[in-house]
């Protein structure tokens, strides 16, 4: 048996290397920066990217492979310039990469490429950003970004995981799922966040969070809103060298460890390694695609000129679960949103607000017409122009500290809505506390919850350079420090317009 699964495993290689017609175009030797490659590159090549830093932001290329030489000292730096450092396309890949310094690492917004073996580390805002769309990501280790590791929102996915990631050490939690997401993570390692291995919030409960391993999270939850699944686990995971910085730093896990052959039908939770991901490269169904990329690995391909790569027979093309013997749409998939869901049709509009659904943020919500993103599907309210001082209620933090608590986003969200909608308009951010402690520990603390807050509308997307911040300290009360109410009242945050 073994000598035969070699002897197929080669066969897939071949099978493999001769339908590959793409050219390889190499970055220094033909190509000076990965961006001018691109702009040259036709579906099926691959860019092979040698090792060095290349300090660009690009946008992938339907059907093309980025590779690079090594993940670790074959870096793209984003200069903290443009949106992200990679923004991704239909069908390509990019391996191999370690990804850093941007506002966003990654960004797949209505686009599922493939993502995988990369180090995506040290990026403002989010590691990878999904919006309507899950690119496939597997094996990565994400760590460091200053917010969320791996953000969803408004995402749907049938064909793509979130799976074998180390995700570690993010600012924020390691995966968020938000707007009625909808994704698998599955065979991941979550350690070492600052609050949530994992975060749904309510419209994305139906988050499927299986076989994976949840360690040394700030809180504890495996999640928020999603369901605990006893696939999961909370054990220290034994990571090889996790200590030393790149390029020694080893996320693999050690040989002892409670990761090995936890996950889902017997293989490790956590990364891949080379030798293992060659021996899953099996073709039990003699159809051409080999286990690891055959989504019916046991029931061959009928080759019908639909979704021929993924290796199933097409007995249901839109893969609503109606026949197409009974689908009045079979290349349509049905949206099971209650209304006539079994006649195989998608309701297109379900809210009748005139925006598709497959574009619409909230499909059962319709939007409000009023000129400020009425395009997005949603019901919202023209910001204000922001003039003069606001205080806001509601902008809270940790006692004694200048962390903000989680009820504060929704509200800060709103100051950011006022920031985008009049982007010349510029602030200043003033922090206030009360008379509890000294003078000048109160000096330090207002000024350090100015920035908290200036932080979070940065990573949100406003320029750093449109906000300044102070802090006052004790210093200007606006009622009587004697009672709790007046100290309440004393804590707070000002935004002054300065333009």
Same mark, same amino acid.
């Given at each position: 048996?073994?000598?035969? *699964? ?56 339907? @059907? ?114 938000? +707007? ?58 034994? $990571? +090889? ?8 730093f080893n996320y693999f896990c050690k040989p002892v460890s409670p990761m090995l052959k936890a996950g889902e039908n017997g293989i490790d939770v956590g990364l891949l ?11 039990k169904d003699n159809d051409g695609i080999p286990d690891d990329r055959d989504q019916c690995p046991e029931i061959p391909e009928d080759i019908d000129q639909f979704e ?27 949206? +099971? @949103?209650g209304f006539e869901d079994l006649d195989g049709c998608p309701d297109t509009d379900n809210d009748q607000d005139g925006i598709l659904d497959v574009s619409d943020g ?11 993103? @009425?395009? @997005? ?19 809270? $933090? ?15 969200? *709103?100051?950011? *809505? ?82």
């Open positions: 048996m073994e000598i035969r *699964n070699k002897i197929i495993t080669g066969l897939c290689i071949f099978v493999f290397a001769c339908v590959s017609h793409g050219a390889m175009l190499k970055v220094p030797q033909q190509f000076r920066s990965i961006y001018q490659a691109l702009l040259k590159a036709q579906p099926g090549d691959t860019i092979f990217v040698s090792k060095g830093i290349y300090y660009e932001n690009i946008v992938m290329v339907d @059907d093309v492979v980025i590779q690079g030489e090594n993940q670790k000292t074959t870096v793209i730096n984003g200069r903290q310039k443009g949106y992200a450092v990679v923004t991704g396309a239909d069908r390509a890949v990019l391996e191999n990469f370690t990804i850093r310094n941007g506002r966003i690492g990654v960004l797949c917004k209505a686009t599922a490429p493939v993502i995988k073996n990369n180090i995506i580390i040290d990026n403002k805002g989010s590691g990878i950003m999904a919006i309507m769309a899950l690119p496939a990501i597997r094996n990565n280790v994400i760590m460091r970004n200053k917010w969320t590791g791996i953000f969803c929102q408004s995402v749907k996915a049938i064909d793509t995981e979130i799976e074998n990631n180390v995700i570690i050490e993010n600012g924020y939690n390691g995966v968020h799922c938000a +707007k009625a997401t909808q994704v698998l993570v599955r065979n991941n390692i979550l350690a070492g966040n600052d609050e949530y291995g994992v975060y749904c919030d309510q419209s994305a409960k139906r988050t499927r969070i299986i076989y994976n391993n949840f360690f040394g999270n700030f809180l504890s939850g495996t999640s928020y809103f999603a369901i605990e699944n006893k696939t999961n686990m909370h054990k220290q995971p034994m $990571f +090889k060298n996790p200590t030393a910085g790149i390029p020694s390694s080379v030798e293992f991901m060659s021996t899953v490269s099996v073709d021929d790569d993924d290796g199933c027979p097409d007995y249901d093309n839109d893969k609503d679960g109606i026949y197409d013997s009974k689908d009045k749409c079979p290349l349509e998939p049905e949206d +099971k @949103d909230c499909p059962n919500d319709p939007e409000t017409i009023n000129g400020y993103k @009425d395009q @997005d599907g949603c019901p919202d309210e023209k910001p204000v122009e922001m003039k003069g001082t606001l205080v806001l209620e509601g902008i809270n $933090f940790r006692t004694g500290s200048a962390e903000l608590l989680d009820e504060s986003f929704s509200i800060l969200d *709103n100051v950011y *809505n006022s920031l985008e909608a009049f982007p010349k308009v510029k602030i200043e951010i003033r922090g206030h506390t009360d008379n509890v402690g000294s003078a000048q520990a109160n000096m330090v603390l207002s000024l350090e919850r100015a920035q908290s807050v200036k932080s979070y509308l940065v990573n949100r997307g406003v320029a750093a350079d449109r906000v300044q911040v102070k802090g006052f300290g004790e210093s200007q009360p606006v009622s009587s420090n004697r009672t709790a109410k007046g100290r309440a009242e004393n804590r707070r945050i000002e935004f002054v317009r300065i333009n």
